[in-house]
Nanobody
């Protein structure tokens, strides 16, 4: 059973930063998604198994950075220049991956964390 445990969420003022972490019980292709109140879950960022390739949603590109430490089986999302519209529950997701491929469709992921709340005040 794959386990994903997120941490690092919280309350921050607009313009501030947060770093989310996701500890995995193995090595997978991984991604971050978020769901704001009353909205569908949306893709944020993805990274390949090797960490060599990444991909971002347009709304976060240039502000967020996805990375991984494969020695620790941990995924990160560094979030800078946060905006109130970034407020959401953030989920990490994992699936078995191949080389440098990343995945952006939530239906391509098999395993999900419990989510961590990020609130950005104006």
């Amino acid at each position: 059973q794959v386990q994903l445990v997120e941490s690092g969420g919280g309350l921050v003022q607009a313009g501030g930063s947060l770093r989310l972490s996701c500890a995995a019980s193995g090595r997978y292709a991984m991604g971050w998604f978020r769901q704001a109140p009353g909205k569908e879950r949306m893709f944020v960022a993805a990274i390949s198994v090797t960490g060599a390739t990444t991909y971002y949603a347009a709304s976060v590109k240039g502000r967020f950075t996805i990375s991984r430490d494969n020695a620790k089986n941990t995924l990160y999302l560094q979030m800078n220049s946060l905006k109130p519209e970034d407020t959401a529950v953030y989920y990490c997701a994992a699936r078995r991956g191949y080389s440098d491929r990343y995945y952006v469709d939530e239906n391509e992921y098999d395993y999900w964390g419990q989510g961590t709340q990020v609130t950005v005040s104006s």
